[in-house]
Nanobody, 119 residues
Framework: QVQLVESGGGLAQAGGSLRLSCAAS????????MGWFRQAPGKEREFVTA?????YYVDSVKGRFTISRDNAKNTMYLEMNSLKPEDTAVYYC???????????????WGQGTQVTVSS
């Protein structure tokens, strides 16, 4: 069973930074590509970034967000800098595979963590 456990998130001011973490089993970490999605109120869940052999980002976060993986800890991180109010959403980590530059065929989702950016 694939399980992902998220932590981090919270409240930040515009221009500030937050870091999210996603812990997985060693088997999950070695088997799947990993990434992040987000869902703002009233909107569909959208792909944000993924890490496989390469890393991929949605245009709106390029240069501001950084995905990384610590293989020794089986943990993935999302460093979010220069935050904007439009980054406000519930962020979900996910395990899957890379398809055309996005994470797809999702095997598991994290529980979600709220990120709120005030202006």
């Amino acid at each position: 069973q694939v399980q992902l456990v998220e932590s981090g998130g919270g409240l930040a001011q515009a221009g500030g930074s937050l870091r999210l973490s996603c812990a997985a089993s060693r088997r999950t970490f070695s088997t799947y590509a990993m990434g992040w999605f987000r869902q703002a109120p009233g909107k569909e869940r959208e792909f944000v970034t993924a890490s496989g052999y390469l890393t991929y980002y949605v245009d709106s976060v390029k240069g501001r967000f950084t995905i990384s993986r610590d293989n020794a800890k089986n943990t993935m991180y999302l460093e979010m800098n220069s935050l904007k109010p439009e980054d406000t959403a519930v962020y979900y980590c996910a395990a899957g595979r890379i398809v055309r530059g996005k994470l797809a065929d999702i095997a598991a989702w994290g529980q979600g963590t709220q990120v709120t950016v005030s202006s």
